[in-house]
Each structure stands twice: as C-alpha cells, then as structure tokens.
Nanobody, 117 residues
Framework: DVQLQASGGGLVQAGGSLRLSCTAS????????ISWFRQAPGKEREAVSC????????TYADSVKGRFTISRDNAKNTAYLQMNSLKPEDTAVYYC??????????WGQGTQVTVSS
C-alpha cells in the first residue's frame, strides 16, 4: 500500500519553530515530487510548499516564503518542512501529498500545528 505518514506537529508559541516529517512507503520515493498542504478551521485547504523529485527545486506559498523550508532525504524516504518564525495564522492541520502516475493523489493523515499568540 502507498502510505504517507506525517509527524512533528504540536503546540508552539508565536516566533517558535517546528519541523514536520513525512515518511513514505509503497512507492519509489525518489521518483515523485512531495507537497505540503494545510487546512485551518473553517478555511479551504491550501498548498504550502513543494519539492521536486529530480533537481530538488522548491516552491512556496507567499505566506510562508522566507520562514518555511522544504527538503527531502531520499535515502530515508522522508520529506521535511522546517517552519520558523511561526505565526498564529499558521495554525492548521498539515498534510503531505504525493501525486503518482496517472494523477493518483495520496494524502498523509495530517499533523496538527497550533501556534499560540
């Protein structure tokens, strides 16, 4: 089975940091881009960041540029989202996502990030 396991969320004060991890299984991790999405209560799910499979190029939502860093360790089948200078508006459930061949999208189970003011 294709699975993504997100972890690393928690409660942190504004200005603090967290590192999320997304560990994959059931597919060739090296071959696919990995994305992070988030969904805050009462809001639409939004794309946060993405890292490519080949050259490791990255993209970020404007709201997190300069504060979040996405990375991957293909040897560990794991992607990371380092989140610094966290703000209360970053509070959300964070999901990692992979789009496999044929457009089949697999979501991890989500990890809660809560930033207190």
């Amino acid at each position: 089975d294709v699975q993504l396991q997100a972890s690393g969320g928690g409660l942190v004060q504004a200005g603090g940091s967290l590192r999320l991890s997304c560990t994959a299984s059931g597919f060739t991790f090296d071959d696919y881009a990995i994305s992070w999405f988030r969904q805050a209560p009462g809001k639409e799910r939004e794309a946060v960041s993405c890292i490519s499979s080949n050259d490791g190029s990255t993209t970020y939502a404007d709201s997190v540029k300069g504060r979040f860093t996405i990375s991957r360790d293909n040897a560990k089948n794991t992607a990371y989202l380092q989140m610094n200078s966290l703000k209360p508006e970053d509070t959300a459930v964070y999901y990692c996502v992979v789009v496999l061949a044929g457009g089949y999208r697999v979501w991890g189970q989500g990890t809660q990030v809560t930033v207190s003011s």
